[in-house]
């Protein structure tokens, strides 16, 4: 079975940084992802990689980082300089059938983990 589990969210001052991990379990994946989703939002995109290839949001580019460990099945989302918009309930999201097609695109995505809560204050 497949899983995607995410953790280190946490509460974090403005300013401050935050590692979140994916762990994957249960397939091979191509492209996998961070969205994110604020109370009354809708969930928006956040970083994708691609091999290696990364993308960002505009919002967070230059602050943010996506990186993958294929030997370990994990996913990272290194999160630097963190504002208050960026709080919000983190997802990881993975596909796993195809190299292909827009990353910033939800549907794109065949799993997603439960997410974890990022809260900067500030």
């Known amino acids: 079975q497949v899983q995607l589990v995410e953790s280190g969210g946490g509460l974090v001052q403005a300013g401050g940084s935050l590692r979140l991990s994916c762990a994957a379990s249960?397939?091979?994946?191509?492209?996998m992802g961070w969205f994110r989703q604020a109370p009354g939002q809708e969930r928006e995109f956040v970083a994708a990689i691609r091999s290696s290839s990364t993308y960002y949001a505009d919002s967070v580019k230059g602050r943010f980082t996506i990186s993958r460990d294929n030997a370990k099945n994990m996913l990272y989302l290194q999160m630097n300089s963190l504002k208050p918009e960026d709080t919000a309930v983190y997802y990881c999201?993975?596909?796993?059938?195809?190299?292909?097609?827009?990353?910033?695109?939800?549907?794109?995505?065949?799993?997603w983990g439960q997410g974890t809560q990022v809260t900067v204050s500030s």
């Open positions: 999201a993975a596909d796993y059938n195809s190299p292909s097609g827009s990353v910033t695109r939800q549907y794109k995505y065949d799993y």
């Open positions: 249960g397939g091979t994946f191509y492209d």
